[in-house]
């Protein structure tokens, strides 16, 4: 168990619909990633959040959005759905004092988007 | 932008023997992760790799930093059914918090 925690485990939904994912650091980790894993694929970096603030962001589509909150959990949001956006989302954490830090992973949510 | 190219893609090997694969890229990076993936999981943590020329063991898993800071390296000794999955490397990119991952290698143990 890496400590990290996201819900939910799996999630269905439809075409144009919006779902919301959520991630809860491992204890004392102040940052969180979010990564999108297609079927069979590598991670892509979506983007990453510091105490609160986002601090470094990847190829994430405007139609996705993320925040982390005061307690340090975070959410990514996904609107207007696409069957392409069927995948596994990983939220990872990190005390990021510095870069090069290990990154713990939790063990994903599955989006299925019929 | 940045990549990381994994070899082999996928292998195939007997229960008992070593396994090799390398993870190489067009830039340099100053942190190596090795990561396995197993179905429906989240990346677990092997090795970390913090200076050229490393070389750091965990178990029967053993990973070298490469000296040109462009490559790195994993072997895995006397493998056994449980290693079979997916193994990726990952780095921060140019400095920065966006870790990059590898496009894995894919391995399966015949016992």
């Known amino acids: 168990d890496s400590g990290v925690t996201q819900t939910p485990k799996h999630l269905i939904t439809a075409t144009g619909q919006r779902v919301t994912l959520r991630c809860s650091p491992r204890?004392?980790?102040?940052?969180v990633y979010w990564y999108q894993q297609s079927l069979d694929q590598g991670l892509q970096f979506l983007i990453q959040y510091y105490n609160g603030e986002e601090r470094a962001k990847g190829n994430i589509l405007e139609r996705f959005s993320a925040q982390q909150f005061p307690d340090l959990h975070s959410e990514l949001n996904l609107s207007s759905l696409e069957l392409g956006d069927s995948a596994l989302y990983f939220c990872a954490s990190s005390v990021a004092t510095y870069v090069g830090e290990k990154l713990f992973f939790g063990s994903g949510t599955q989006l299925s988007v019929l | 932008g940045q990549q990381l190219n994994q070899s082999p893609q996928s292998m195939f090997i007997q229960e008992g023997e070593d396994v090799s694969m390398n993870c190489t890229s067009s830039?340099?990076?100053?942190?190596w992760l090795w990561y396995k993936q197993e179905p429906g999981e989240g990346p677990v943590l092997l090795i970390a790799l913090y200076k050229a020329g490393e070389l750091t063991s965990n178990g029967r898993l053993t990973a070298q930093f490469g000296i040109t800071r462009k490559d790195s390296f994993l072997n895995i000794s006397a493998s056994i059914p449980s290693d079979v999955g997916i193994y990726f490397c990952a780095g921060p990119t140019s400095g920065t918090y966006k870790y990059i991952f590898g496009t894995g290698t894919r391995l399966k143990v015949l016992a």
């Open positions: 830039s340099i990076f100053n942190t």
């Open positions: 204890s004392g980790d102040l940052s």
